[in-house]
C-alpha cells in the first residue's frame, strides 16, 4: 500500500515525492489541475505546499491506496482516481460492485467512439486503468477555434453513438416516474416539502402537456449515448482536440440532452428557447440520417419538455451520491425557476 497526503478537499500527493518533484510535475505534467494563468497556477501551488507540509509535520490526514500514483483524488464516497503523470495514466479504484462498474464502463466505451478505452483492469484489487490526457481544460467562447471544434465535438457525440429507439410515450412516462420515485424517497434534510411539491408540479405539467402531444404519442424516438455531465472541466484540450473526460452519468438519452446542458450551465444570458435554436442550427449542418433528422424537427416546446424530465432527473440522482449536488434551491429549484419564466 502507498501513502497519500491530503492537501485539500479531495485532493491528495504520494507522501514519497519530494518536494521538488512535486513542484516540477504540478508546474509541467498537470494541467487539468493547474489552470491556464500564472496566478491560477501560483494560488494553487501555495494552497498545495501549505497543506502539503503541515500534514507531513503532524502526520494527519494521510490515507493508503494500492496503486503507486502521484495524485489522488476523491471521486465519492471510497472511490478514487489514482494520476500516475509520468506513465500517463488514471487508475479507478472502486469500491462497490467492481464487476457492475466495469461492465458499464465497457459499454459505455463500446457504445459510444467519443468515450475513453478501459486499457487493463484488475478485478481482485478493483481496478481500472485509462489513458490520463495531461491538457487545459478549454475557454469555449473566448477561442473561435475551440469553439468550432466544440461544435464539432457536439455533432460526434451524437453521429459517433449507438442509437436505441424509444416509443415516446413510454420514455417521458419512465422519466416523470423516476423523478416522483426520487422526490418521495430523499430524506427531508436533502429535500424540503415546499421543495418536493413545486418539483411535482412542475414535472407533472409538463407531463400532462407531452401526453396531449398526439404527434409525439405515435411515434418512437432515438436515443443516443450522452456524457450526462458535459461541461469545460470534463473537457481536455490534447493535441489539437477536445477529450471527453468522465463518464460517470453517461445514459441513453434523446440526442439535444448534452447540447442543451451544457448550453443551459454555461450561457446564463441565453434562455433556453434560443439555445434550442442553436443546437438545431448545429446538428442540421451536421450529416445526421433520417432517423436523427426526424426528433431534431420535432417542436422546441416537446425537445425543451423532455430536456427538463431528464435534466431534473439527473440532478436528483447526483443529489443522492455528491455532496455538492445536494443543494436542490441551486440545481433542481433553480432550473424550475427559469423555465417556468419562458413562454414556451
Not at 493547474?34 to 494560488?43: F, I
Not at 501551488?45 to 500534514?55: D, M
Not at 478493483?126 to 475551440?146: A, M, Q, R, S, V
Not at 422526490?183 to 408540479?201: C, F, G, P, R, S
Request: glycine letters at 2%.
Amino acid at each position: 500500500m502507498h501513502k497519500y497526503v491530503k492537501v485539500n478537499s479531495n485532493l491528495y500527493i504520494n507522501s514519497n515525492i519530494s518536494m521538488i518533484k512535486v513542484l516540477i510535475l504540478l508546474l509541467f505534467q498537470s494541467k487539468p489541475f493547474m489552470g491556464r494563468s500564472v496566478l491560477q497556477k501560483s494560488k494553487r501551488l501555495i494552497k498545495v505546499f501549505s497543506f502539503l507540509i503541515f500534514n507531513k509535520i503532524k502526520n494527519i490526514n494521510n490515507i493508503k491506496l494500492p496503486i503507486n500514483g502521484h495524485i489522488a483524488m476523491v471521486v465519492s464516497g471510497e472511490n478514487y482516481k489514482i494520476f500516475n503523470l509520468k506513465e500517463n495514466h488514471v487508475y479507478t479504484l472502486y469500491a462497490g460492485d467492481f464487476i457492475f462498474f466495469l461492465n458499464r464502463q465497457l459499454e459505455i466505451s463500446n457504445a459510444n467512439e467519443m468515450c475513453p478505452k478501459v486499457i487493463e483492469w484488475d478485478e481482485e484489487r478493483k481496478i481500472t486503468k485509462e489513458k490520463l490526457y495531461n491538457g487545459y481544460h478549454p475557454l469555449i467562447n473566448k477561442n473561435d477555434k475551440i469553439e468550432n471544434e466544440f461544435e464539432d465535438l457536439l455533432l460526434n457525440l451524437v453521429l459517433k453513438s449507438n442509437i436505441q429507439k424509444a416509443f415516446a410515450p413510454n420514455y417521458y412516462n419512465r422519466r416523470y416516474h423516476a423523478i416522483l420515485e426520487l422526490v418521495n424517497e430523499n430524506a427531508d434534510y436533502i429535500i424540503t416539502d415546499l421543495q418536493k411539491n413545486k418539483i411535482k408540479t412542475f414535472v407533472s405539467k409538463i407531463y400532462n402537456t407531452l401526453d396531449l402531444n398526439r404527434e409525439l404519442n405515435n411515434i418512437s424516438i432515438p436515443l443516443t449515448l450522452t456524457h450526462g455531465d458535459l461541461k469545460s472541466n470534463n473537457l481536455i484540450e490534447h493535441e489539437g482536440n477536445l477529450i471527453l473526460i468522465d463518464w460517470e452519468y453517461s445514459e441513453y438519452r434523446t440526442p439535444s440532452f448534452d447540447t442543451l446542458y451544457f448550453l443551459y450551465n454555461s450561457k446564463d444570458e441565453i434562455i433556453i428557447n434560443q439555445r434550442n435554436t442553436m443546437l438545431k442550427e448545429i446538428f442540421l449542418r451536421g450529416q445526421i440520417n433520417d432517423e436523427l433528422l426526424s426528433y431534431f424537427n420535432l417542436d422546441d416546446q416537446t425537445i425543451i419538455y423532455i430536456f427538463c424530465l431528464e435534466y431534473i432527473h439527473l440532478r436528483l440522482l447526483q443529489s443522492r451520491q455528491r455532496t455538492f449536488a445536494k443543494d436542490i434551491d441551486l440545481y433542481v429549484m433553480k432550473f424550475i425557476d427559469n423555465i417556468t419564466k419562458l413562454d414556451i
